[in-house]
């Protein structure tokens, strides 16, 4: 039962932690967002879309030319008082935007929660909506694997032409270089996905590149590091004990700078043949924040068919879930700590 698992005092939540998930359209958040259910589980955590807050609808953007990514499509100051609220034990009215239809619906009733969920284009975009997350992630996807993943599925599976694929990269591309990528400069992690070094000119943007950027001046943060804290390293672990077939997999550790801030990099090139044989892996990781033996591989295990899952992504994702967990436990515990000391 979850209630045991986090040695909850009360089902009702006594300390309301608020995460960010941020990133472009297509970059994963989606996923991202069905292993954090694995850790926290669906009734103690609520998820919002940021789109609900969306303060022109479809036909308002057409006829003005603003897109949902542009600032001045979306209603901030309701975002921030909605989540201020949320964030303080209270319930909400929230607005709700129709995808199918392009227009907002009703609102609906929102109840706070252990664990509140903020998610899409702009999370990160309101310093007074930033100021009250209690972590944050940014999914950054490169621009040569969105481009090869858009049109693989714009062109296998909807029948668009390249031509019309450009062109809708491009059309999008200067609010998302305005507004949505600087977003990355303020989360305390960054997973980057980036074409492999594996292979010479690579075109298929199967084999991927992924970088875990970790901030060191994030409070009560562990980071998680491979072999030895502070190191770099450069491991390449394919033989007897991990199976790799062509290209290989290597493994990156070390420090760098990130928009002016000292960070860790952890970095996987390359997939799994066999997930199960992550568990050898996690033995070469630390500060993992796992509950016991293997639980990373166990919880990569748990959904062998979510993309990323036989590659850094989903590795990496389920460390960073793992660390959302312990920040978690974490504040709730200073709670529950505040409490006691003021009974006694």
Not at 75 to 89: A, C, H, I, P
Not at 106 to 127: F, K, R
Not at 240 to 248: A, F, M, Q, R
Request: charged share 25%; aromatic share 8%.
């Amino acid at each position: 039962m979850l209630k045991d698992k986090f040695n909850f005092m009360s089902s009702e939540p006594g300390r309301v932690v608020l995460i960010g998930v941020a990133g472009d359209s297509g970059c994963g958040k989606s996923t991202f967002l069905g292993r954090l259910k694995d850790l926290f589980g669906e009734e103690f955590m609520t998820v919002i879309c940021l789109d609900d807050y969306h303060s022109l609808d479809r036909k308002q953007r057409k006829q003005t030319g603003i897109t949902a990514l542009d600032p001045r499509a979306n209603n901030f100051d309701l975002m921030y008082e909605q989540v201020k609220t949320l964030k303080s034990g209270k319930s909400i009215m929230k607005p709700i935007y129709n995808h199918e239809t392009g227009e907002l619906d009703p609102p609906e009733l929102v109840e706070p929660n252990h664990v509140i969920v903020i998610e899409g284009l702009h999370p990160l975009y309101d310093e007074r909506v930033r100021s009250l997350l209690d972590f944050s992630v940014y999914l950054d996807l490169s621009d040569e694997v969105k481009v090869a993943w858009k049109i693989q599925r714009d062109m296998a599976e909807r029948g668009h032409t390249l031509a019309d694929v450009m062109q809708a990269i491009e059309s999008r591309r200067p609010d998302f270089d305005a507004y949505i990528d600087p977003q990355k400069a303020h989360a305390n992690i960054v997973i980057q996905i980036l074409p492999t070094n594996l292979i010479k000119d690579d075109k298929d943007r199967k084999v991927l590149r992924v970088r875990l950027i970790q901030r060191d001046d994030v409070e009560g943060f562990d980071q998680a590091y491979l072999f030895d804290q502070g190191s770099t390293i450069n491991w390449t672990p394919c033989g007897k004990k991990l199976t790799c077939s062509y290209p290989g997999m290597h493994f990156y550790y070390g420090s760098d700078s990130y928009f002016g801030n000292g960070v860790s990099i952890l970095e996987v090139d390359g997939q799994f043949d066999r997930l199960d044989e992550v568990i050898y892996i996690e033995n070469h990781l630390s500060n993992l924040n796992t509950k016991h033996y293997g639980e990373l591989t166990q919880l990569l295990l748990k959904h062998p068919d979510y993309p990323g899952s036989n590659n850094g992504t989903g590795l990496l994702q389920v460390i960073v879930g793992l660390k959302m967990r312990a920040t978690y436990e974490r504040l709730t515990q200073e709670v529950e700590e505040k409490v006691a000391a003021a009974v006694h």
